[in-house]
Protein backbone atom coordinates (compact mmCIF):
# COMPACT_ATOMS: atom_id res chain seq x y z
CA UNK A 1 0.00 0.00 0.00
CA UNK A 2 0.96 3.65 -0.80
CA UNK A 3 -0.09 7.04 0.46
CA UNK A 4 -0.17 10.06 -2.00
CA UNK A 5 -1.18 13.19 -2.21
CA UNK A 6 -2.81 14.65 -5.52
CA UNK A 7 -3.25 18.45 -6.54
CA UNK A 8 -4.47 18.65 -9.89
CA UNK A 9 -4.17 22.25 -10.55
CA UNK A 10 -6.47 23.76 -13.63
CA UNK A 11 -4.10 26.60 -16.27
CA UNK A 12 -6.08 29.06 -18.07
CA UNK A 13 -9.41 28.71 -16.28
CA UNK A 14 -11.14 31.21 -13.45
CA UNK A 15 -9.71 32.01 -10.12
CA UNK A 16 -11.77 29.26 -8.24
CA UNK A 17 -11.27 25.50 -9.39
CA UNK A 18 -13.49 24.47 -6.97
CA UNK A 19 -15.53 22.41 -9.40
CA UNK A 20 -12.79 20.74 -10.83
CA UNK A 21 -11.94 20.10 -7.36
CA UNK A 22 -15.60 18.32 -7.22
CA UNK A 23 -15.07 16.62 -10.23
CA UNK A 24 -11.95 14.83 -9.34
CA UNK A 25 -13.69 13.71 -5.98
CA UNK A 26 -16.61 12.62 -7.94
CA UNK A 27 -13.88 9.49 -9.96
CA UNK A 28 -12.80 9.01 -6.35
CA UNK A 29 -16.47 8.39 -5.04
CA UNK A 30 -16.43 5.93 -7.84
CA UNK A 31 -13.37 3.75 -6.75
CA UNK A 32 -13.86 0.85 -4.79
CA UNK A 33 -10.57 -0.37 -3.44
CA UNK A 34 -9.38 3.73 -3.02
CA UNK A 35 -9.48 5.32 0.52
CA UNK A 36 -9.13 9.18 -0.08
CA UNK A 37 -9.26 12.19 1.94
CA UNK A 38 -9.82 16.09 0.75
CA UNK A 39 -7.78 18.13 2.02
CA UNK A 40 -7.53 22.49 1.77
CA UNK A 41 -4.74 21.86 -0.90
CA UNK A 42 -5.18 18.56 -2.50
CA UNK A 43 -6.43 14.95 -1.61
CA UNK A 44 -4.93 12.30 -0.07
CA UNK A 45 -5.41 8.76 -1.56
CA UNK A 46 -4.72 5.41 0.19
CA UNK A 47 -4.31 1.87 -2.27
CA UNK A 48 -1.55 0.01 -4.14
CA UNK A 49 0.71 2.61 -6.20
CA UNK A 50 -0.69 1.06 -9.84
CA UNK A 51 -3.97 1.87 -8.23
CA UNK A 52 -3.31 5.54 -7.66
CA UNK A 53 -1.81 6.27 -10.95
CA UNK A 54 -4.85 4.48 -12.46
CA UNK A 55 -6.81 6.66 -10.18
CA UNK A 56 -5.18 10.14 -10.70
CA UNK A 57 -5.19 9.55 -14.50
CA UNK A 58 -8.86 9.46 -14.41
CA UNK A 59 -9.44 12.28 -11.93
CA UNK A 60 -6.96 14.45 -14.75
CA UNK A 61 -9.69 13.35 -17.43
CA UNK A 62 -12.26 14.56 -15.34
CA UNK A 63 -10.87 17.95 -15.30
CA UNK A 64 -10.28 17.74 -19.01
CA UNK A 65 -13.68 17.27 -19.46
CA UNK A 66 -14.34 20.69 -18.29
CA UNK A 67 -13.27 22.13 -21.14
CA UNK A 68 -9.27 22.86 -19.74
CA UNK A 69 -6.42 22.64 -22.11
CA UNK A 70 -3.68 22.22 -19.98
CA UNK A 71 -3.50 21.16 -16.12
CA UNK A 72 -0.71 21.34 -13.60
CA UNK A 73 -0.38 18.12 -11.11
CA UNK A 74 1.55 17.84 -8.33
CA UNK A 75 2.02 14.09 -6.49
CA UNK A 76 3.80 13.43 -3.63
CA UNK A 77 3.90 9.44 -2.59
CA UNK A 78 5.05 6.91 0.31
CA UNK A 79 5.44 3.75 -0.01
CA UNK A 80 6.91 1.77 2.59
CA UNK A 81 7.51 -2.08 2.57
CA UNK A 82 8.59 -2.32 6.36
CA UNK A 83 5.47 -2.27 7.66
CA UNK A 84 1.71 -1.65 7.57
CA UNK A 85 0.75 1.93 7.10
CA UNK A 86 -2.59 4.25 6.60
CA UNK A 87 -3.37 7.58 6.41
CA UNK A 88 -4.77 7.23 9.74
CA UNK A 89 -1.60 6.00 11.69
CA UNK A 90 0.31 8.26 10.56
CA UNK A 91 -2.07 10.70 11.86
CA UNK A 92 -2.28 9.13 14.98
CA UNK A 93 1.76 8.56 15.44
CA UNK A 94 2.33 12.14 15.05
CA UNK A 95 -0.81 13.04 17.79
CA UNK A 96 0.65 10.69 20.31
CA UNK A 97 4.32 12.34 20.25
CA UNK A 98 2.31 15.73 21.18
Known amino acids: MAIA ?11 S ?8 QKVLE ?7 S ?3 MGTNIEA ?14 AVFEKNVDRIYTVIKMDE ?8 EQKIQSVKEKL
Open 5 to 15: EVCIIPIGVET
Open 17 to 24: VSKYVAAC
Open 30 to 36: KEENIKY
Open 38 to 40: LNP
Open 48 to 61: SPEEIFIVIRKMQE
Open 80 to 87: RHDKKSSM
